[in-house]
């Protein structure tokens, strides 16, 4: 194993691992992956070289939204075991050298959650102002589709919800339901917890005068802060979510060196917006989830601008970047749209250098390690997305990319030994864990070794980077640290490129061509 310097921040410097507990590894049979699951495959994991994990939500829970509805922040769900293989997933996880990220889950509970029975009891409970409440609705809509209000049979009021009408709004303004919150965050740390996931930062805050959200005026930009045909100018990036995120940092900084990472929306997001969670050289949160290569096909040119727009970014505004998530298409299927499985030649290969070698913390979605694709054709019967089936399937299911994960290729790929809650990817016969841990050209293979070489090379981990050439197809940065310099160029044309420096090749995609072949890459130490 390499040696890490004394300054590698695990957050800043390391790679992030994400699962979704759901689908990693069931060890109860009940077709649903649990938290033993993840302390079982913690060595798996470990192998992989990445620093930190962030674990979807696992609260108590309805699920309807699957875990982002909490009816108890302070327990496990018994879906996914207890309280006490939660602590000894951070135990164990400590003992290999890996942070926990939990995912928490601020703008809203779920409709079973105690606060909010008792709020809708009556208007003078006590709890009643945790949440958001108005005699009428105006006419801002939900993101997961129709009116963004609902109305309460007990009193008649009507309350908000973002998402789901399952998922009430907190009432952010209350300073108790802060307060709880900073409870909550000093549980979890007191426990080892090593940072926060904050789910949906965008809509923690309204506007207080509840004005109408303007229509969206026809051939305007449709991705821009937009929800069913309305501008969400006045639920949306309110100037109060920021000194929440300042309260949360506040009370993350009273134990050391925790991390708090926001999910800020991609609509209408520029370096400004960007800047403005961020704060001033990071005061605020310490990254912002990069969404620029979550959606859409994968074509060179993307890449060149996501890098620059990071990178106009203050140099202390430390970025992020991910491919997948449990949102969104897989990259591998969206960068490869017409190929389902193996082989994927080198483009799979390619996406991973970038990720490794830009300057930023890397997000790896689990099972993006083994190229698996994402899971298409779920029938409506299997699909389980509340968003799809409550907008009758005409938005695309994320259950796609929620699909088990593939360990080896016995029944259901190694994952449960009942019936998965999501089908299993078919390609597992082939693409699977244990085979590509047995094979050194894989994918698994190839991640390992990446990642090996950004963590012991001080200038793929946290030099500063300069873009040489961005010709969309084709694209070259440098990275420089402790006076080494690195060169990474990565070909995403048909046609074959050359490089111009003189150095030595510490990885290339094929080291018998000349130059670098189509789809390949090659990174440089130079002299
Ligand atoms: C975030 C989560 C998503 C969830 C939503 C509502 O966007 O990533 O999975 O459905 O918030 O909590």
Partial sequence: MYMLEQEFVWWKHGVVYQIYPRSYKDTTGNGVGDLQGVIEKLDYIASL???????????????????????????????????????????????????????????????????????????????????????????????????????????????????????PDLNLRNPEVVEEIKKIFRHYMEMGVDGFRLDAVNTYYEDAAWRNNPELKEGSDLSSHSVAG???????????????????????????????????????????????????????????????????????????????????????????????????????????????????????????????????????????????????????????????????????????????????????????LGSPWLPVHETYKEINAAAQQEDQASMLEFYKELIQLRNGTPALHKGDLEIIIDEGDFLQYRRIADGEVYLVSLNFSAAERTVEDTGKVVLSSDRSVEGIEAYGFEIWKLD
């Fill in 49 to 167: 070289g990445v620093s930190a994990i962030w674990l979807n939500p696992f609260f108590a829970s309805p699920m309807v939204d699957f875990g982002y509805d909490i009816s108890d922040y302070y327990m496990v769900d018994p879906l996914f075991g207890n309280n006490t293989d939660l602590l000894l997933l951070i135990t164990e996880a400590h003992k290999r050298g890996l942070k926990i990220i939990l995912d928490m889950v601020l703008n809203h509970t779920s409709d079973q959650h105690p606060w909010f029975t008792e709020a809708r009891s009556s208007k003078d409970n006590p709890k009643r102002d945790w949440y958001v409440w108005r005699d009428k609705p105006n006419n801002w809509e939900s993101i997961f589709g129709g009116s963004a209000w609902e109305k309460c049979p007990f009193t008649g009021e009507y309350y908000y919800h973002a998402f789901l009408s399952e998922q």
């Fill in 230 to 416: 309305q501008r969400r100018v006045y639920n949306y990036d309110h100037y109060l979510n920021y000194s929440l995120l300042d309260d949360l940092r506040e009370v993350t900084d009273e134990y050391p060196n925790r991390l708090i990472l926001g999910e800020v929306g991609r609509e209408g997001k520029d370096e400004h917006a960007w800047k403005k969670y961020y704060g001033s050289c990071n005061r605020r949160l310490d990254l912002v989830f990069n969404f620029d290569l979550l959606y859409g096909e994968l074509s060179g040119g993307r890449f060149g601008k996501t890098l620059k727009a990071w990178e106009s970014l203050q140099y202390c505004s430390w970025p992020s970047y991910a491919l997948s998530s449990h949102d969104q298409i897989r990259a591998i299927s969206r960068v490869i749209p017409d190929q389902d499985a193996c082989p994927w030649g080198n483009r799979g290969k390619l996406l991973a250098v970038f990720l490794m070698t830009v300057r930023g913390t890397p997000f790896v979605y689990y099972g993006e390690e083994l190229g698996m694709p994402e899971y298409k054709g779920l029938t409506d019967e299997q699909i389980q997305d509340p968003w799809s089936i409550r907008n009758n399937y005409t938005v695309p299911t994320r259950d796609g990319c929620r699909t088990p994960m593939i360990w080896d290729d016995s029944k259901h790929a190694g994952f449960s």
